[in-house]
T-cell receptor, first 111, second 111 residues
Framework: DTAVSQTPKYLVTQMGNDKSIKCEQN?????MYWYKQDSKKFLKIMFS???????INETVPNRFSPKSPDKAHLNLHINSLELGDSAVYFC??????????FGSGTRLTVV | GQQVMQIPQYQHVQEGEDFTTYCNSS?????IQWYKQRPGGHPVFLIQ?????EVKKQKRLTFQFGEAKKNSSLHITATQTTDVGTYFC???????????FGTGTRLTIIP
């Protein structure tokens, strides 16, 4: 049983397209996150939701919009994709302030 | 904003040698967490330290949290090929939900 699952694992798309990445966790955690990892391996937080409420919204272009239909799901929609959006996007979840459980990542390539 | 730096950025060691990565935060942390990311994988939570000066061990891994709660270290004794990967420290500010990841140390092992 996968604790934090993301789909798709790979995503190759053209500039200007709109795409979504889905994330689901079955751990009963109350907080979920989206992190972006660039080619230099830097991990940067993008968004955080606690029980469906947005609590962290970093300086991210408006083209990125998270949605949390319930506390077990956190999706990421990206409009008008740009070359610079190419990266690995990780979903993560946690209960309280203890260790995060990460999904296996979505490698997004914009061509 | 909060910055968390790690040194070295890269470390190549002969199998059997020891390895240490150092983590420094620009602000005081409520706790420090360590993660390991294997090549092509996702970050996996290793441990959390909370108390000033705390030291914890996991087999060949020794984790330390500084007295001022602004720095930490991870020491691996007698490295093995399974230790290959990028090690990240991460910490939230006091009263801040956001977990900021360090810049990471990429460890490679020469057999």
């Amino acid at each position: 049983d996968t604790a934090v699952s993301q789909t798709p694992k790979y995503l190759v798309t053209q500039m200007g397209n709109d795409k979504s990445i889905k994330c689901e966790q079955n751990l009963g955690h109350d907080t979920m996150y989206w992190y972006k990892q660039d080619s230099k391996k830097f991990l940067k937080i993008m968004f955080s939701y606690n029980n469906k409420e947005l609590i962290i919204n970093e300086t991210v272009p408006n083209r990125f919009s998270p949605k949390s239909p319930d506390k077990a799901h956190l999706n990421l929609h990206i409009n008008s994709l740009e070359l610079g959006d190419s990266a690995v996007y990780f979903c993560a979840s946690t209960r309280g302030h203890y260790g995060y459980t990460f999904g296996s990542g979505t490698r997004l390539t914009v061509v | 904003g909060q910055q968390v730096m790690q040194i070295p950025q890269y470390q190549h060691v002969q199998e059997g040698e020891d390895f240490t990565t150092y983590c420094n935060s620009s602000t005081t942390l409520s706790n420090i967490q360590w993660y390991k990311q294997r090549p092509g994988g996702h970050p996996v939570f290793l441990i959390q330290l909370v108390k000033s000066g705390e030291v914890k061990k996991q087999k060949r891994l020794t984790f330390q949290f500084g007295e001022a709660k602004k720095n930490s270290s991870l020491h691996i004794t007698a490295t093995q090929t399974t230790d290959v990967g990028t090690y990240f420290c991460a910490g939230p500010n006091f009263g801040n939900e956001k977990l900021t990841f360090g810049t990471g140390t990429r460890l490679t092992i020469i057999p």
